[in-house]
């Protein structure tokens, strides 16, 4: 428990935001010129953030992988974006929505945080709304919201299926005109290689510039990643396919903790995978799951079309497990239940790996105009991806890898464990314990950049005023950039024969076998030996074509895999030590007769924040005891 | 399948570049373009030579980092989808495919079928924004918008950037790509306020950047992956002339 001081503010769980603002040191305006801020990462919490400080007046450098900050992978969010307004007079209230995240994530989140989040998704709102997202309104001009899984309230906020890219765009337009005032220098296609600590504080970052190979050093007075999840560590899931996890993974071993690596997003409505060469997989939105309804044949192996099995041959299994939500459970109970039925050897299409999504009730009710206003674009993407029309036969779906609950460990003021630097967005753990609700990560992302962050920032901000501009000339610099370049010319030197690619999708398989929605002691051993395998293996037979000093996107897949072998290992030593069951981390070993997760609370409820200690050294473990004062933890049921 | 593909080689901005055959043996038709493109980067990796270079990212049509003529079109010959969405299934056994990098020249090539696309950003920079700092907002409900008007904003709001409109362009202009984002800022009561400022600021970026004037042929609306639409342009002028 020691070293972990999560810093929660004393004084009820309403106030404590408040009174935080309200003594929080500041930051004179004539000093905030001086000090620098380097964010990394340009979606909705990265674009949010270096907006926000830009507005602030502080000296922002902003970094991507992508060719322009508006690709980030923000952009592929569908569905919504939660608030607590209580626009529809259901209910809803900003302690509502705290509650249903609390308890959505299985009693594994922080109270005070997620309160926090809670708080602020209001704010979020009505500065998306001042920036030009144009959010579904209904016809007296109000914005209009739909049901999301897991609430029984209606407070996601939209904008038909694209959500996700609205909101985004909405952060690059204040990115740019941050850019424009001169407050934020951007440094696109760039990958960000290591994290520089001096004296114990992150003071820049080495990077590589992807079109020339350039090592570079860039200082400042603090590091702020926003660099989203670790999906892809499935190699097929619903990320960008270059997302990546490095980032974070280097500053976990200059002494960031890592915590619940283990908590992974699996999302029940994905396009199934289709073949073998597949390099990504689609989600369709949850919010699908408002109107239509999931099932699968009554009877085995049943080959007939969709539309020939008559209604009382059909087992609508989510609304029979699960009568009080129906198809509105959350993500990780309706995962479960489809591989459920999969496996028992009811699932549909020709890899009987997929369940039904239909439409045809809602239709009905509604008429198709309805289902078209409110789903369109993600009907035609399913068409354009399957051939098939989603308006005349269910769709098919299956699970698969979506959102990385775990990530690295932060205190409330979002700071991690190495002093000055930070972690915002997805790739910090906090707000969403076990399993993360459907339009609760726009929510959080552009909380965190927009509203959290800017204020808890100056509290670290205020004592480094002192501080002269980071010289990249200090031995520190040297030395990480030394070690960047030495990984890289390692990799170059390889000259084996199989591509970075090939190795992903084989470690991404491995995953997904045993580290995937359900998981056991066994299976968890045998990947980590197959894993220790795969990787000796890269090290010893890949293929870089080409130079280091030249655009060269197989040696930038290359660092990926490579930090990826190091992650999943830890990511299974964390599910091997949690042993219960809670969210999305299922261990068969530990569950109710009827199938259901089973917590342990005596024994696991903290957050597991894991310390690097050094290569080839077991990782060490903290714990972080939760304590819940406002909420009582119950079993999570949703039946 | 079998495939012949055609696809422009050039190393960097300063050489010249060259169509190189390569021969796909078995293509399947459920593989997107791209992931046709990922198995003959595979065999070239594996024989040690330089794998084809080209931008990808979200796989799902939304980040708008493709983007590649194949066949004399934006993105291919199936209207509205990007190339990581075009299935193999719409190309025919033992045809030839063209894939060349978009032609443009405030898009240079970097490498193979990459091209740089940063002109786009600086026409945002310029002006594609509302001025509003975090905190300032009023209450999202305060100020009412017509549903109608902010349907039509969402429809001009989905450009994804990527560049097929000046592409297709016979005078390589981005008037569809900042007509959008005009369009949505223009429609909204929030977006009114500079709308001025913002149009002159967009405008001027674009000329001085080299992009050409506007076709009317309607290329970039027959191409945009989007299917951004043409009457965009139509506001975009009158935008342009009220405000001066």
Redesign the interface.
């Known amino acids: 428990m020691g070293k972990l001081n999560s810093k929660i503010p004393d004084g009820p769980l309403a106030q404590k935001w408040t009174k935080y603002k309200a003594s929080v040191k500041l930051v004179n305006p004539a000093n905030k010129k001086k000090l620098e801020i380097i964010v990394v990462g340009t979606g909705l919490s990265g674009a949010?953030a270096a907006?926000?400080l830009g507005?602030l007046g502080y000296s922002v450098k902003n970094f991507c992988y992508?060719?322009?900050?508006?690709?980030a992978?923000s952009?592929?969010a569908q569905g919504g974006i939660n608030a607590a307004?209580n626009?529809q007079n259901d209910g809803d209230s900003v302690y509502r929505l705290f509650y249903d995240m609390i308890k959505g994530g299985d009693y594994r989140a922080r109270e005070a945080n997620v309160y926090r989040a809670a708080e602020v998704s209001n704010?979020v709102?009505?500065?998306f709304?001042?920036?030009?997202v144009?959010?579904?309104?209904?016809?007296?001009?109000?914005?209009d919201t739909r049901s999301f899984g897991g609430v029984q309230v209606s407070r996601t906020f939209y904008?038909?299926g694209?959500t996700?890219?609205?909101c985004l765009?909405g952060c690059?337009?204040?990115l740019?005109?941050q850019?424009?005032k001169g407050n934020v220098k951007?440094f696109?296609r760039r990958e960000m290689l290591d994290l520089v600590v001096i004296d114990g504080k992150a003071r820049g970052i080495i990077t590589r510039n992807l079109?020339t190979g350039e090592i570079e050093r860039h200082g400042a007075h603090a590091v702020v990643l926003a660099t989203g999840g670790y999906g892809t560590i499935y190699y097929l899931s619903t990320l960008?396919?270059?997302s990546n996890a490095s980032a974070a993974w280097k500053a976990h071993k200059k002494g960031a903790f890592f915590a619940n690596p283990s908590f992974v997003q699996i999302h029940p409505t994905c396009v199934p995978q289709?073949?073998e060469?597949?390099?990504?997989l689609?989600?369709m939105s949850e919010s699908l799951r408002n109107d239509g309804r999931v099932w699968v044949p009554k009877t085995k192996d049943d080959t007939r079309p969709a539309n020939d099995i008559p209604e009382e041959e059909r087992d609508y299994f989510l609304e029979r497990r699960y009568p009080t939500f129906g198809n509105l459970v959350p993500r990780d109970v309706a995962s479960r239940a489809a591989k459920e039925r999969c496996d028992a050897g009811y699932g549909v299409g020709e890899t009987k790996l997929a369940v039904n999504l239909d439409f045809s009730d809602a239709i009905n009710k509604q008429g198709k105009k309805a289902i078209e206003n409110k789903y369109g674009n993600l009907f035609?993407?399913y068409k354009?991806?399957t051939?098939m029309d989603p308006y005349e036969e269910p769709m098919r779906i299956y699970p698969a890898g979506h959102y990385t609950m775990g990530g690295l460990w932060v205190d409330y003021e979002l700071m991690t464990t190495i002093p000055g630097l930070y972690a915002i967005g997805e790739s910090n753990f906090s707000d969403h314990g076990a399993n993360r609700l459907g339009a609760s990560s726009l929510m959080q992302a552009a909380g965190d950049g927009?509203?959290v962050l800017?204020n808890t920032i100056s509290n670290y901000l205020a004592d480094e005023i002192r501080v002269p501009k980071i010289s990249t000339d200090k031995p520190e610099f040297a030395k990480a950039e030394k070690a960047a370049v030495e990984r890289i010319n390692k990799l170059m030197s390889i000259?084996g024969?199989?591509?970075a690619?090939?190795f992903h999708k084989r470690l991404g398989k491995i995953m997904w076998d045993y580290v995937g929605m359900t998981r056991n002691e066994a299976g968890l051993k045998k990947a980590l030996d197959m894993i220790r395998e795969l990787r000796d293996e890269f090290w010893k037979d890949l293929?870089?074509?080409?130079t280091a000093n030249?655009?060269n996107?197989?040696l930038d897949k290359a660092g990926r895999v490579a930090d990826y072998f190091e992650l999943t290992q830890l990511l299974i030593t964390d599910a091997l030590n949690r042993k219960e069951s809670c969210g999305a981390h299922f261990r068969e070993e530990y569950q109710t007769p009827d199938g259901e997760a089973l917590r342990n609370d005596e024994e696991f409820a903290y957050v597991a924040a894991w310390e690097y200690i050094g290569e080839g050294k077991p990782h060490m473990l903290h714990k972080e005891e939760l304590k819940f004062e406002e909420v009582e933890m119950k079993v999570r049921s949703y039946k | 399948m079998k495939l012949t593909l055609k696809i422009w080689r050039q190393k960097?901005a300063k050489v010249k570049g060259t169509f190189v055959t390569y021969k796909m043996d078995d293509v399947?038709p459920?593989?997107?373009f791209?992931?046709m493109l990922?198995?003959l980067?595979?065999k070239?990796?594996?024989e040690?030579?330089?794998?084809v270079?080209f931008?990808?990212?979200?796989?799902?049509?939304?980040?708008?980092?493709c983007g590649m003529y194949i066949n004399g079109h934006p993105h291919g010959p199936v209207p509205?989808?990007t190339t990581c969405?075009l299935?193999m299934?719409y190309f025919k056994e033992g045809e030839t495919i063209w894939i060349e990098p978009w032609r443009a020249k405030p898009f240079p090539v970097?490498?193979d079928l990459?091209v740089?696309?940063?002109a786009?950003?600086k026409i945002?920079?310029?002006g594609?924004?509302?001025?509003?700092?975090?905190?300032?907002?009023?209450?999202?409900?305060s100020?009412?918008?017509?549903?109608k008007k902010?349907?039509e904003?969402?429809d001009s709001?989905?450009c994804?950037?990527c560049g097929a409109c000046v592409a297709a362009c016979k005078n390589a202009s981005a008037m569809l790509f900042i007509s959008a984002k005009i369009s949505?800022?223009a429609l909204?009561p929030?977006?009114r306020v500079e709308a001025k400022e913002r149009v002159r600021a967009m405008v001027e970026k674009m000329d001085e950047l080299g992009f050409g004037s506007c076709s009317n042929t309607g290329a970039c609306e027959a191409e945009c992956p989007k299917q951004i639409k043409l009457t965009n342009i139509a506001r975009l002028n009158r935008e342009y002339y009220k405000a001066y």
Do not use: W
Not at chain 2, 128 to 141: V, W
């Open positions: 949010g907006s926000a507005e992508q060719d322009s900050p508006r690709r992978h952009v592929a307004k626009y704010q709102i009505d500065h709304t001042a920036l030009g144009p959010f579904a309104r209904d016809y007296g001009g109000t914005l904008a038909k694209q996700g890219q609205q765009l690059y337009s204040s740019n005109r850019i424009k951007m696109p079109l960008a396919v270059n289709l073949n060469f597949q390099s990504k689609t989600l035609e993407m354009t991806i051939g927009y509203f800017p000259k024969k199989q591509t690619a090939s293929n870089i074509p080409g030249e655009l996107m197989e | 960097n399947a459920e593989m997107s791209l992931e990922d198995a980067n595979k070239l990796v594996e040690d030579k330089d794998p270079a931008d990808h990212d979200c796989r799902e049509g939304i980040c708008g980092s509205a989808v969405h299935s299934r970097i490498k990459i740089d696309r940063s786009f950003d945002q920079i310029a594609g924004f509302i001025s509003i700092n975090a905190g300032a907002a009023p209450e999202a409900n100020i009412l918008a017509q549903k902010s349907d904003a969402f709001s989905i994804i950037g949505q800022f909204l929030q977006g």
